[in-house]
């Protein structure tokens, strides 16, 4: 390959990058944007919870992280010294908003397993291991790597990171593995509450049903996101590298806060019905049953009932409001 080919090819990987940077962050923009209104109705109207302080957490901290990625990437400032730092920035804020996401979806199979503490041990000793090989790799690799800005024209300056390990994609196959376990506790929670004769909208299986269906199509996405990763951080040159992180940083967030956000329009309904149907006369509201969870009941039509199982999820879920 000469040597125009090789500048023509670097500045394509450079556009790429950045454009992958750009397009990443439009995707957390314009999610804050269009459900800036459920956040205000539904987290910031509410008490403090764990699952508050998770949205907040997971919502904003990568949101932080994809202005200072954007920046780190544009700018034309920044001296080696400092780029260098942004590497080790970049990769930790990967892991760590990665991580948010995944203690959220633990929660909310925890709610799904009616708050069984096996189910919480198994996820919680796996998502230990697999975070602790996660930051094992990222650590031995970005505490050799060097960077350098580089500029190929007057207004293309880009810093090029060098040394990086081949063995680099292993990062990925811990979190990948994790990812299949909490995908197969949300299919199988899902075989077992379908299979049930009772309709699932007749009852608190209503509220197992968002989460399971958020929770599979969370698993779905980011599986495909990760093994994206992990195939261009084994195949693709590497100054292509950069490419695909920013969007798992992106649907992580999304798909964890678009979880939280689901689980409580769900709740807020089931208030709003429980209010209306307080307002019925009595000779309308003789065929319905109250059942109460902690400060609050919930209403069924008709003979159904709640079984063990349903309240179960209906107190975890609410526990977490």
Not at 289 to 313: C, D, H, K, N, W
Request: aromatic content about 12%; glycine content about 4%.
């Amino acid at each position: 390959m000469s040597i125009v080919d090789l500048f023509s090819s670097a500045i394509q990987d450079i556009q790429s990058t950045r454009y992958a940077q750009l397009a990443s962050g439009t995707i957390i923009l314009y999610d804050h944007l269009v459900t800036i209104d459920e956040e205000v109705e539904l987290i910031w109207s509410s008490s403090w919870s764990w699952g508050k302080g998770l949205f907040i957490l997971n919502r904003y901290y990568a949101l932080i992280s994809v202005i200072v990625n954007t920046y780190g990437l544009f700018s034309p400032h920044l001296t080696s010294f400092v780029r260098l730092h942004f590497f080790r920035w970049q990769g930790w804020t990967g892991l760590i908003a990665c991580m948010i996401a995944e203690v959220i979806l633990q929660m909310r199979l925890y709610a799904m397993y009616s708050l069984n503490k096996k189910i919480l041990l198994l996820m919680g000793g796996c998502f230990i291991i697999a975070t602790s090989a996660c930051a094992t790799v990222m650590g031995t690799v970005l505490s050799k790597i060097s960077a350098a800005a580089v500029q190929l024209t007057p207004e293309i300056i880009f810093c090029v990171p060098s040394d990086v390990s081949t063995h680099f994609f292993a990062f990925w196959i811990p979190m990948l593995a994790f990812e299949t376990l909490l995908c197969g506790l949300a299919i199988f929670k899902g075989y077992q509450t379908f299979k049930s004769s009772s309709s699932p909208f007749l009852s608190g299986k209503h509220l197992v049903s968002i989460l399971i269906r958020d929770s599979i199509l969370y698993f779905l996405v980011m599986f495909a996101t990760y093994l994206t990763n992990l195939l261009v951080w084994i195949t693709a040159r590497q100054t292509l590298l950069e490419i695909p992180i920013g969007f798992s940083v992106a649907l992580s967030c999304v798909m964890g806060n678009r979880i939280i956000l689901n689980v409580r329009e769900v709740n807020r309904e089931m208030e709003h019905a429980r209010s209306t149907s307080q307002k019925l006369p009595s000779h309308l509201s003789s065929t319905r049953e109250t059942y109460s969870t902690r400060s609050r009941s919930i209403v069924i039509p008709g003979e159904s009932t709640l079984s063990q199982f349903e309240m179960a999820q209906l107190r975890a879920i609410r526990a977490d409001r």
